[in-house]
């Protein structure tokens, strides 16, 4: 019987650390941050083009989670493999094969998370205008970019703003329309107590300029 009782212990052990049976979450999981709320999106557009935060979900409880299969509605920007998760004490967002045309913008994914008010973000294989882009840029790293007929314009990736209510929100990357007229943000993700923030600054971390200016030509 001793014999059994191991081995059922073995094969249990065995398959979490495989991911084949979930271990369940503590009881103290979502308790952690009384009154927080996450919530996040794949991507959005706002200005002559405009398209809604999709996929989105928040939360001040359990976990929720959306995907999207593709996103080609316009010619302004596409995404496959949109996925977003909330719960009441995180977030996190993830983009797969971003292509921003008119910027030359190209992503093979890109990921925010923000955890307990803490948040970052991740780009694989980033590009503008031929250019590699950091895989773990630094909060608000702004890149100067000229779009060719458009006018110079900025990049912002990693950007990190404390929310009026006090959450922080951290968006992979900002493309901002030149003139003021809108911007591309994708992979979003909020969280923090909706109340105020009871640890950390006050505001989000400075930007971090690039100095060099990338042309985007053609």
């Not at 993700?189 to 009871?198: N, R």
Request: glycine share 10%; aromatic share 0%; hydrophobic share 40%.
């Amino acid at each position: 019987m001793r014999h059994i009782h191991a081995t059922k212990r073995l094969a249990t052990a065995g398959l979490l650390a495989t991911g084949i049976v979930a271990a369940p979450a503590p009881a103290t999981a979502f308790a952690a941050a009384p009154g927080g709320e996450g919530s996040a999106y794949g991507l959005t557009a706002t200005g002559p083009i405009a398209i809604p935060p999709i996929p989105a979900v928040s939360s001040s409880t359990g976990p929720v989670s959306k995907s999207l299969l593709r996103e080609d509605r316009t010619k302004l920007v596409k995404a496959s493999a949109l996925d977003v998760n909330a719960s009441a004490a995180r977030a996190s967002s993830a983009v797969a094969h971003l292509s921003v045309p008119s910027a030359k913008l190209l992503a093979d994914a890109v990921t925010a998370k923000c955890t307990a008010g803490r948040g970052d973000a991740h780009l694989a294989r980033a590009t503008i205008a031929g250019r590699r882009l950091d895989v773990s840029p630094p909060p608000n790293t702004t890149i100067p970019v000229d779009v060719d007929g458009l006018g110079r314009t900025a990049l912002t990736l990693n950007k990190q703003q404390r929310m009026p209510d006090g959450r922080l929100a951290v968006t992979g990357m900002e493309l901002a329309l030149p003139g003021k007229k809108g911007a591309v943000r994708v992979a979003s993700a909020t969280c923090g107590k909706a109340a105020g923030p009871a640890h950390g600054p006050s505001e989000a971390p400075k930007p971090t300029p690039v100095k060099h200016d990338l042309p985007v030509t053609g």
